[in-house]
């Protein structure tokens, strides 16, 4: 395969860039080999530097349900920018974009806006923190939660691959107060609450994991999370950041009628443009500054572009209500790839929420939780990431980041994915 233009922008981004990257995972190092730089994209497709074409599951993790490129979505850009690119100032998108979230999750009064996935965590858990007066958070081994130092013990993702149960630069001090248990564990929960529970502010969850693979919630989890957070009086806050509108027109949330008492998005809400917002009861929310006495801001927060992208994409959601499609297309991927590992004799547990999926090499029956998802064959699926990057099909470079489904993937798109699949495990040497 050539990848010599890769190749040699890797070599060169090195010499400037940690690792060649501005975010780990992007380095290859769960699957070793050259990254691709990618030079476009267009739909479901994406194209690298070399003039290669591969169907893309990464979708640049999950903000892009529309796929690349939607023209609802550049149209909106286009417009904003042609008025100016930020003024540190209100803009009416704001309200707009807070309108629209208000509308798909009616328990949400107030929202504020953030950059990132990670700002809108880190100020979800100063806010829980304020509101209780408590310091201590309870998180779960494999979800992540941006990179905080809070959130960094036992997160999914990179710290998930390289096995780093935190990471160097964080003060005992700081995570002393991050409590950690497994997911889907519920007695484990109304354990630590029964010695700490009036010391918690909060816990934070994702209520469908998304960065240890696609773990779901086993049946009363997060009912089970919102009692023994409302009996002990701390605060419940959902990680919506990848399910936030991949799911549903709302969330996790929404689908199954549990409300948080704060809830955090990213991702989908900017279109594919830096955005992150925390959002909840008046109440609570009205702690942030201006209105309250806990401060947060940001000189992009608010963005007019973010705004705007975020505005076009929930507009069309709302729309076009794309769900129902989206789930049956993730669904039939699966059966197809069910049928091909079978007939290869490779056992594989698949694990989804309408637009979002997991393979899980393991010959357990279920993945539930971290260690189930670290005990899966990684070698095999990083030889498989490269046998369909040859076939023409882009994984996410590590066992444990999800595959993303967009709109743009369409029924002909996903046979011509089984497709490849089905020649890479023909091909390669995988049992
Ligand atoms: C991606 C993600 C974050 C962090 O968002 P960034 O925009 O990358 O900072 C937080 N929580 C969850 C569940 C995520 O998937």
Not at 144 to 169: E, K, M, N, Q
Not at 177 to 183: H, N
Not at 321 to 333: F, K, M, S, V
């Amino acid at each position: 395969m050539n990848i010599e233009r890769s190749t040699h922008l890797f070599v060169e981004a090195k010499r400037c860039l940690p690792g060649g990257v501005s975010s780990p995972v992007r380095a290859y190092n769960a699957v070793g080999g050259v990254p691709r730089f990618i030079n476009e994209g267009r739909g479901a497709y994406i194209f690298d530097v070399d003039g290669r074409k591969y169907v893309d599951y990464v979708m640049a993790y999950g903000p892009l349900i529309f796929g690349h490129r939607h023209p609802a979505v550049t149209e909106a850009i286009e417009e904003a920018l042609a008025r100016g690119t930020g003024f540190g100032a209100p803009s009416e998108s704001e309200i707009r974009l807070a309108g629209l979230i208000k509308e798909a999750f009616p328990f949400v009064d107030l929202v504020r806006f953030v950059n990132s996935g990670t700002e809108a965590t880190m100020s979800a858990v100063r806010l829980a923190r304020a509101q209780t007066g408590r310091d201590y958070v309870l998180k779960f081994e494999g979800c992540y939660h941006g990179h905080a130092d809070t959130f960094l013990v036992r997160p999914g993702s990179g710290g998930s691959t390289s096995g780093i149960p935190s990471s160097p630069g964080i003060p005992k001090e700081v995570v002393r107060y991050t409590l950690v248990t497994p997911y889907n564990d519920i007695g484990a929960v109304e354990r630590i609450f029964e010695q700490k529970g009036r010391k918690i502010a909060a816990i934070i969850v994702e209520p469908v994991a998304g960065n240890m693979g696609v773990v779901l919630p086993k049946k009363g989890f997060l009912q089970g999370l919102r009692e023994a957070s409302k009996s002990y009086g701390a605060l419940l806050i959902f990680d919506e950041v990848i399910t936030g509108f991949r799911v549903a027109f709302g969330g996790i949330s929404t689908k199954i009628g549990v409300e948080p008492d704060i809830l955090t998005l990213g991702k989908i809400i900017g279109g594919g443009l830096p955005v992150g917002a925390l959002c909840g009861k008046r109440s609570v929310m009205e702690l942030l500054a201006p209105q309250g006495p806990l401060y947060q801001a940001g000189t992009f927060s608010g963005n007019p572009l973010s705004m705007s992208a975020g505005m076009a994409t929930l507009r069309t959601l709302k729309e076009e209500n794309p769900y129902g499609a989206l789930r049956r297309r993730t669904e039939r991927l699966i059966e197809g790839l069910r049928d091909i590992f079978k007939a290869k004799g490779i056992p594989v547990v698949f694990n989804h929420e309408t637009a979002v999926f997991s393979m899980f090499f393991t010959r357990g029956e279920r993945v539930m939780n971290l260690s189930d998802a670290q005990s899966t064959d990684k070698k095999l699926y990083a030889e498989l990431f490269h046998a369909l990057l040859a076939e023409g099909v882009m994984l996410p470079p590590s066992p444990y980041e999800a595959l993303f489904l967009s709109t743009a993937h369409g029924d002909t798109v996903i046979e011509e994915t089984l497709k490849a699949f089905g020649k890479a495990v023909a091909r390669s040497s995988l049992t």
